[in-house]
């Protein structure tokens, strides 16, 4: 267990409106700041006035990218209190990702706890209006200052906080994606199931030319036959053809989403038949022109359950369902989404509450 000190602001922000706060773009009064020192280990665990960072320009992170971030979210319940949606999947994901590139463990323990402290901490800007929550970003950077292409001797965790609404503009409405049959995200053997930002840094040309072309996302194909389909750009993502679900296998280059892990879970208590397997594109056109293909629904922490309505590959559109969402992708939704601010029975233990006593509300 941590002894986190806690450093308070002296003057607190002016919150921003809560009905338009789009996605990462707000901070809160707090940040958590860990410290960590070869030889020393993790130490001196606090939670402080969110501020600059002051590091050496030759920092490692700033050359080599020795970096890793988290996603997960508070959501704010009716009764007031406050729920965390499995806080230990990010702690154990944090650290396969951690081992990946060479940074230093941290106790899955640790990692709730400091999640906990600092969301305590910054309770009232958990915001309770319909569809937002409390993004939480946790990560890891290598602060050692040297050029020497070595896993750095020095690291910060950190935890940073944003008010948010929906990831994407469209909200519960469908999203187009395109096909990336150019560019790939990741390969066997590479960084694709660890959460390391140069992942992200460099899927954004992909992502720019698709969104300049008006789609929302880039789906991903394998990095070797540019057939098989891995994951959307903040998601993972589902075909429901003919009845059955189906969904990527974690195949190495496949970022391991908590959303997905749940919604797997959802489905088999529900006895819809679900697959993890290799699908190709061929598979998804042939359905699509049968009519089998029945649903598109992508998952993620940020996206949350996002439907899709079209697909773009090779100059072809192809639209699903209608460009509406499905009985099943909304049924996820409504289950997942209730269960994280407390309206439905969480019969899976996901759940993890932070009791907010002292919650001076939003203003
Ligand atoms: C999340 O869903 O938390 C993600 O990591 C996506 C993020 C890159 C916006």
């Given amino acids: 267990m941590l002894t986190i000190d806690i450093i308070k602001a002296k003057q607190l922000k002016d919150k921003p409106d809560p009905n338009n706060l789009g996605f990462g773009n707000y901070f809160t009064d707090h940040m958590f700041v860990m410290d960590y020192q070869e030889g020393m280990g993790w130490h001196n665990p606090r939670v402080k006035p969110y501020e600059d960072l002051h590091l050496d320009p030759s920092a490692v992170v700033f050359h080599y990218g020795q970096e890793m971030f988290e996603g997960l979210k508070a959501y704010r319940r009716q009764d007031g209190e406050i729920n965390l949606f499995r806080p230990d999947m990010n702690g154990k994901r944090l650290n396969n990702t951690n081992d990946r590139i060479c940074m230093p463990q941290i106790p899955v323990e640790d990692f709730v706890q400091a999640v906990r402290t600092l969301v305590h901490t910054d309770a009232s800007w958990v915001p309770e209006e319909a569809g ?30 944003s008010p948010v609404g929906a990831y994407y503009k469209e909200g519960l409405n469908p999203v187009r994606i395109y096909v990336e049959d150019t560019y790939v995200r990741a ?36 990095a070797i036959e540019h057939r098989y389909v891995e994951e959307v750009g903040t998601m993972n993502i589902f075909f429901k053809i003919r009845g059955k679900v189906y969904t990527p296998a974690l ?76 009985p099943i992708t909304r049924r996820i939704y409504d289950t997942l989404t209730g269960m994280q601010y407390g309206n439905v029975k969480d019969d899976f233990g996901w759940i993890e509450t932070i009791e907010d006593k002292n919650d001076h509300g939003w203003l």
């Fill in 251 to 326: 195949s190495g280059s496949i970022l391991p989403g908590i959303t997905r892990d749940s919604v797997i879970s959802l489905l088999k208590s529900w006895d819809i038949p679900i697959y993890e397997e290799r699908i190709s594109m061929d598979t998804i056109i042939e359905a699509s022109k049968n009519g089998d293909l029945e649903e598109v629904f992508g998952t993620g922490t940020a996206a949350v359950i996002s439907p899709v309505g079209g697909i773009h590959f090779k100059g072809l559109d192809f639209v699903v369902h209608n460009n509406e969402i499905g």
């Fill in 187 to 222: 390969s066997k053997g590479g960084v694709g199931e660890a959460k390391t930002g140069g992942s992200y840094g460099a899927s954004m040309i992909a992502q720019k030319n698709a969104k300049n072309e008006g789609f929302a996302q880039v789906l991903w194909l394998d």
């Fill in 132 to 161: 937002t929550s409390l993004y939480i970003r946790p990560f890891v950077i290598a602060t050692e200052p040297t050029l020497m292409v070595n896993p750095s001797k020095s690291y910060l965790f950190m935890i940073i906080l």
